[in-house]
């Protein structure tokens, strides 16, 4: 670990002195010129169970909302049952947590996330233009499928073209073998019923969405041709989703996702191009990529036992110890601030030193929502910070996700 690298991020570190929401945002306002310009915020995380991570995203949202204007808070999760809590934060009735519940994932079944939602609502109350609360994930289109046949039904259309899409409502991705291709088939078909008989946008955008997670349920998870598996089609669709929502005029969009997803490159290094990608593609300097990494504490996920997930047993706590390789880049954030903060890669001089680090291959903390109970501490995702993100955000220490 060389002085010039560590000096580096040391100078550069934005200091947090908390992570409390509420505690105010002066702290953060020298996000306030390394966001000009930018649309699009990728605010990505290491673990999807990390309380620390919730409550860092949450203040890093006040700030965008309430001093840069952002209009729409995006997440990696089902599009179709989020409107359910897009609506309360706007104002509706109903139960947040139930809601919460609906979207599908454990990750998002919090407390924290709830804190979330609620500061959501009360800040829309009275707002000229309320903030969006969107999901942009193909994932468990049951929402969907219903507003189909509602509306197919006043069209006084049959529901048959729903019918061989039916499956669709219960089946998680990647589970099983994968669907037979005429369902996606059937899926295209609908969207081209839907779109000729001329229905309101939110009818096609809930037929798109059916015609998307057709096409992952077709899919398999692991394949020798990679075009062929369900993470090359789904992290394209997260960004295609994102975009529609960027139509809207004046629409500014932070994105809630795990690190490999926001990254400007592929999964763990893979052949896999994230949704970061896409998004860097179409945006270029537009698209900010923030990782959200951790030194050492503890994180909640599901556990893989005997290669596989049993959904029945809750997640679990996880432990991860001080990171103290160098080729880690947690440990040079480490070394270079003994507390949390941020630090911007984009701009500014970089010593010889420093651009061959950021040029150089790297490795990560990361756990997806399973992970393996015994191996896990031996999960480094690889990295090229200098082409993956723009920024990093270092948590010293973490603490499990608060469950519902």
Known sequence: MTDDVTRWLSERAVPLPTLEPGSGTADLEPLRGVLDGVRVVGLGEATHGTREFFLLKHRLLEFLVE???????????????????????RGGPGDPAEALAGLGFWITHTAEMLALVEWLRERNAGAARPVRFAGIDPQYPAASLAALRAFLEEAGRGPELLAPLAPLAHTRMAEGEPMDPAVEAAARRLEEHVTDLGAPGDVQEHARLVRQNADLMTRHYRHADPARTIGMARDRYLADNLDALLSEPGARVAVWAHNGHVTRGAHSGGSVPAMGRYLAERHGAAYYALALLFGQGAFRARRIRFGRVDRRRPPTAFRVPPARNDLLVEARLAAAHPGDFLVDLRGGPRPEPVAAWLRGRSHLHGYGGAVRRLTYKLTFPQTVLAEDFDGLAYVNRTTCSTPL
Do not use: H, N
């Not at 001093?67 to 934060?89: C, I, K, P, Q």
């Open 67 to 89: 001093e840069l204007g952002f209009t729409t808070l995006a997440f990696e999760v089902s599009a179709s049952a989020a409107r359910a809590v897009d609506a309360y934060v």
